[in-house]
């Protein structure tokens, strides 16, 4: 028995020891260019290369030929650890030829992922695109060929971080590339003028000691919030905060058409809550609550008012007017909704978790690594099918953080799918609000990155 165990440990530790941390793949346009450059480009991907952790699975493709033709990509070196000289080796001996068949060479990219070996990063996996074209000779709709790469990466079924690297592009490749990065739900490209450049930016996409998989880096803002009302008419009082300014973290950014909201907590206690929501004509309502006894049920929702005479059927099936971001502030029922380990504090709540709504977020959650034991992130979404079908067009995504204490703060955001960034704000506001005495910078960067592929794909 002993010397199975010791056997079994050790194929544990082999394949645990095989699984690379993240995983790689450098696709290089090949296609006929400036020699010059593209020994500029040759020369960046083998230092990039060198310069890769010791961790990291590194594969190389190529793309450039004709179109249609099988031959328009090739992989050149299959991924693997220790594979730093083979990709330098084969960077080397690149040569150009054909047209830039961009499209060809990422679906095959993509494909290269689909099976489980070679293995897939332990903290991510990515697709470093190097063109000194920006355009697809195949194709003359890159918002489709976006559509394209974003259905085959959720068909092989693993989160691909995708970087655009223009090389001395003209102005119709930046658009082209831009174009094909935000309909994939990527960051926009980086567009390096020289070879120094060009290896800075490939040197802060794989060294280890640089932010990754791509730095954060915007100002600060200062905001001044919008006071949220929670009421309680039965109970005859009211409780509104002052408004406040604070510093937004760098590593956030309000978008076009959303302010931040504050919301108080219960009349018995102090402190607010602050949460990111619609601007314009949108209200925010809060509450009721019950008493203390009774236990909490404090949200605040930010939505378009209605016309004073009521909805009509047209205001019902607009998905603008029925949009809307609500902060769950505290409810008994949101650890057994999204965490199904925890049961529900609240006497009488089983009934609550055992419905067919608390069914659909369970079945499409996805864990945040959140770096401390004691909060547990999750977000989710409400895929509207069956009797829980929502209007064409728009997108329901949730995020909810177990934390120390007795309440499980939440936010669900309701949007048309061309407002995504609006969500993509609100569920990373909240993170980082609920998180904030416990998270790092390197977990609120890499949880940022991930509630936007989350929200990318919903959208």
């Known amino acids: 028995m002993t010397a199975i165990l010791a056997v079994v440990a050790g194929v544990v530790g082999f394949v645990v020891r095989s699984i690379p941390q993240y995983r790689t793949t450098f696709l290089i346009d090949a296609s006929v260019t400036n020699q010059a450059d593209f020994q500029e480009v040759r020369r960046s991907v083998v230092s990039a290369a060198r310069n890769a952790g010791e961790r990291d699975a590194l594969a190389l493709r190529r ?51 689909s099976g489980r070996h070679p293995f897939r990063g332990s903290k991510g996996n990515r697709i470093i695109v190097v063109t000194g074209h920006g355009t697809d000779a195949c194709s ?53 003028r020289n070879g120094t450049e060009l290896a800075e930016t490939l040197k802060k996409y794989t060294v280890p000691t640089s932010t990754d998989p791509s730095p954060i880096a915007l100002p600060a803002q200062s905001v001044t919030t919008r006071p949220c009302t929670l009421e309680h ?124 709504a608390a069914g659909i977020w369970l079945a499409n959650r996805e864990e945040i690594p959140t770096g401390d034991p004691r909060y547990k992130a999750v977000l989710s979404y409400d895929p509207g099918l069956g009797n829980h079908k929502r209007l064409p067009g728009t997108m329901e995504v949730v995020l909810a953080v177990e934390r120390p204490g007795p309440y499980n703060p939440a936010i669900l955001c309701i949007q048309p799918k061309n407002r995504a960034s609006l969500c993509t704000a ?21 949880g940022a990155q991930q509630i936007a592929r989350f929200v990318s794909k919903r959208s």
């Open 63 to 113: 793309f450039g030929g004709e179109c249609g033709n099988g031959g328009n990509t090739r992989s050149l070196v299959d991924s693997g650890m220790g594979n730093r000289e083979k990709i330098g080796a084969a960077a080397r001996a690149l040569t150009a030829q054909g047209k830039p068949t961009l499209g060809s060479g990422l679906l095959a990219a993509i494909d290269d992922f």
């Open 140 to 192: 003359s709709d890159p918002a489709e060929l976006g559509r394209t790469i974003k259905s085959r990466a959720r068909a092989v079924g693993v989160d691909i971080d995708l970087r655009f690297v223009g090389y001395k592009v003209p102005d119709a490749g930046r658009t082209v590339l831009g174009k094909i990065a935000a309909t994939t739900g990527n960051p926009t490209p980086d567009f390096p």
């Open 233 to 356: 008419e039965q109970r005859g009082w009211k409780k509104t905060p002052q408004p406040s300014t604070f510093q937004l973290p760098a590593q956030m950014k309000l978008p076009p058409g959303a302010a931040v909201y504050e919301v108080p907590h219960h009349p018995s206690r102090s402190g607010v809550s602050r949460f990111i929501g619609e601007a314009g004509k949108a209200t925010c309502s809060g509450g009721p609550p019950a008493e203390v006894s009774e236990g909490h049920h404090i949200s605040a929702t930010v939505s378009k008012p209605f016309p004073e005479d009521g909805p009509d059927l047209q205001d019902l099936n607009d998905p603008d007017q029925m949009s809307s971001v609500r902060l769950v502030v505290e409810d008994p029922h949101a650890s057994c909704y999204l965490f199904p380990k925890n049961k529900s504090r609240e006497p009488g709540a089983a009934s609550e978790c055992g419905t067919v």
């Open 426 to 446: 609100a569920l990373t506001f909240h993170f980082m609000e609920t998180m904030k005495d416990s998270l790092s910078k390197t977990t609120l960067e890499s």
